[in-house]
């Protein structure tokens, strides 16, 4: 049976600035159905479940395009240092005790907090126990892009085993839970994958016509030591490998990158995620994204992990987004509002490769979430666009679909024990 939710201001991102003032969306679990205006007829009516939403707003769910989830519980665990020494010092050792609990329960948590906060679509980068997560997946509802990352500094056969187990996860689950899970393939950066590794990962990704995830040119050290071993920034040293042109790149950070880059970048068809807090807090610095947006890149968003960040709420990354590239550069309307909304959403759905998500129109999915416009901090309520730029906060989500299904209603989770996964997070990680 089809749902029909009525009454509520919907912004649909699906033409410039469309907003539906009052007017409802009707919609099952293969796509939505009819978005309009007004009230429904009584013929829109038949054959629905109906829900009133109350002059809530209603717009397509946030895409995180950059994350790794099993760290969640790394939280706070180092807050002072920069990356190559948190990496060493810090996480890697940290990693080294995780085991199947650990991990279920930090993903656990991970998904709370993206459901809380209005997220629909995140991507998860990393190495161990991903056919679990994407198993619990399924349950919980998101949808996900995954991948079985690889670090190359190893011997060549280890190197080929970890691309093989890459692929094989990659090849048996993509498409799985009817279409919410899609997989990529992922060398962690350049500095951990030697040339020919991904030489050899971006053939497969070809070969199997899957993307590629990997960060990239995060830190000042990172093109200063490339630069010293290679004698050129690695994305040129991609180009000139021909490994941009033919696949597709989802770039993590892109902080150190230069106008002849973006115009690369933007040649090759390749997509960037931006992860502006997580480069403040580790003092990467601050990636050039009105250099992207000019070159015409659609730009998407990340939080990288909790561990450099400290939280999952995609409305704040968003604002801190625009603000600093704002201050940055003296200018205010170089990164306009609205391609603050536009990056969080269907730019994440280009980033992805996952089509049929990220605006609301007929055929589209349903994966999409709804914000209470009473507080005090939306008054008054009028200009929408600007409040969810500059004013909301993921605690302001109340209804969390996807694939027309409700993850959470009225702040309730539907699929997931949030007290009991707290509970269990709080345990484990003393
Ligand atoms: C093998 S991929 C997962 C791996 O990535 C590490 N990581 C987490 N955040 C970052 C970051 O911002 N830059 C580089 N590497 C990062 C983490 O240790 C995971 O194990
Ligand atoms: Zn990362």
């Known amino acids: 049976m089809d749902t029909l939710i ?7 991102m699906d033409e410039e600035e469309t907003v539906i ?7 099952n679990e293969a796509s939505i159905v009819t978005i309009a205006e007004g009230e429904p007829t009584q013929e829109e009516k038949e054959g629905t479940v109906q829900r009133n939403a109350n002059g809530k707003w209603l717009m397509p769910g946030l895409v995180n395009t950059h994350g790794h989830p099993g760290m969640t519980l790394l939280r706070g ?13 810090s996480i890697w050792p940290a990693e080294q005790q995780f085991n199947e609990r650990t991990l279920h329960v930090a993903r656990d948590v991970s998904m709370i907090e993206m459901i809380a906060s209005g997220t629909t679509a995140f991507v998860d980068m990393y190495h161990l ?4 997560f994407a198993n619990r997946i399924k349950e919980v509802g998101l949808r996900a892009t995954l991948m079985r990352s690889v670090i190359g500094l190893c011997s060549k056969e280890e190197q080929d085993e970890k691309l093989a187990e890459s692929l094989s996860f ?6 799985e839970a009817n279409g919410r899970i899609t997989t990529m393939l992922a060398p962690h950066a350049p500095y951990t994958c030697p040339p020919d590794y991904i030489d050899r990962i971006v053939e497969a990704a070809r070969d199997a016509d899957l993307p590629v995830h990997m960060h990239l040119a995060e830190t000042r050290k990172e093109i200063h030591d490339f630069m010293d071993q290679h004698g050129m920034h690695p994305l040129e040293l991609l180009e000139e490998r021909e490994l941009l042109a033919g696949t597709k790149w989802l770039f993590a950070h892109c902080v150190h990158m230069y106008e002849q880059h973006f115009e690369l970048i933007q040649q090759r068809g390749s997509m960037i995620s931006h992860n502006p807090m997580s480069n403040m807090k580790l003092g990467s610095g601050i990636a050039p994204v009105a250099s992207m947006l000019k070159h015409g890149i659609p730009v998407s968003i990340g939080t990288d992990s909790v561990a450099s960040n400290n939280h999952l709420d995609l409305f704040e990354e968003m604002r801190f987004a625009l603000l600093l590239q704002r201050g940055v550069n003296e200018q205010a309307d170089l990164v306009k509002t609205y391609e603050g909304l536009k990056m969080a959403t269907i730019n994440g759905s280009k980033a992805t490769y996952v089509n049929q998500v990220g605006a609301l129109r007929p055929g589209n999915e349903a994966d999409f979430i709804m914000l209470s416009p009473h507080q005090a901090h939306f008054l008054p309520e009028q200009r929408v666009l ?4 500059f004013s909301a906060k993921g ?4 209804d969390v679909f996807v694939q027309g299904k409700p993850l959470y209603r009225d702040k309730e989770f539907v699929t997931m024990d949030k007290e009991k996964i707290m509970a269990e997070a709080r345990s484990i990680s003393k």
């Open 6 to 12: 009525y009454n509520a201001t919907i912004i649909t």
């Open 21 to 27: 003032d009052r007017g409802y969306i009707r919609f």
């Open 77 to 89: 665990i180092s807050d002072d240092q920069p990356l190559q020494e948190w990496l060493e010092q």
């Open 129 to 132: 126990g991903l056919p679990a």
């Open 170 to 175: 990659a090849t048996a689950f993509h498409g």
């Open 386 to 389: 600007s409040h969810l730029v």
């Open 395 to 398: 605690t302001d989500v109340t």
